[in-house]
């Protein structure tokens, strides 16, 4: 039993900062605060890092670009009217927005336990160079794969 938590320590440490990213990014995603819509334009490091999440991509997203006013006095094509807005938008159900923040609760349970299990997992191992090295070869490693990309 004492291998088996040793090489869970082990594979903890290793994969933490991964797990970090992964929820703290997809917090953001719930909200969509990756996007831009209305007045609000996110910081382009949020759309970068949301682009890896994603896409396994560090870049910005490609934002669609309004379609140019027509000239004028000239003539629009049939097909070109845009169709009706709608009289209302449909809501979403109460369950969505309570289901996103449940989410959130969630990404960030995860955050934290992923923190503590660090911390115990880097203090309570016999061999903490290696749980060192595991936790930057963790983070290097992932970072120099997005580099390559």
């Not at 594979?11 to 797990?19: D, H, K, T, Y």
């Not at 909200?31 to 334009?41: D, P, Q």
């Not at 896409?55 to 140019?68: C, F, I, S």
Request: without cysteine; charged residues 10%.
């Amino acid at each position: 039993m004492a291998s088996i938590r040793t090489w869970h320590t082990y594979l903890g440490i290793l994969i933490a900062p991964s797990v970090l990213f992964f929820a703290l990014t997809g917090a953001l995603q719930l909200f969509s605060l990756h996007e831009a819509h209305g007045a609000y334009h996110p910081l382009p490091v949020i759309e970068k890092l949301a682009s890896v999440h994603k896409d396994q991509v560090y870049a910005l997203g490609h934002h669609e670009e309004p379609p140019p006013a027509p000239a004028a006095g000239a003539q629009p094509a049939d097909d070109a009217h845009p169709p009706a807005p709608a009289e209302h938008e449909d809501e979403p159900a109460i369950g969505t927005p309570l289901l996103k923040w449940f989410f959130l609760v969630v990404a960030l349970g995860l955050a934290t336990s992923t923190v503590l299990g660090l911390y115990m997992g880097l203090t309570h191992i016999r061999h903490k160079r290696t749980g060192w090295w595991l936790l930057a070869i963790g983070v290097v490693v992932p970072l120099v794969l997005g580099i390559l990309t």
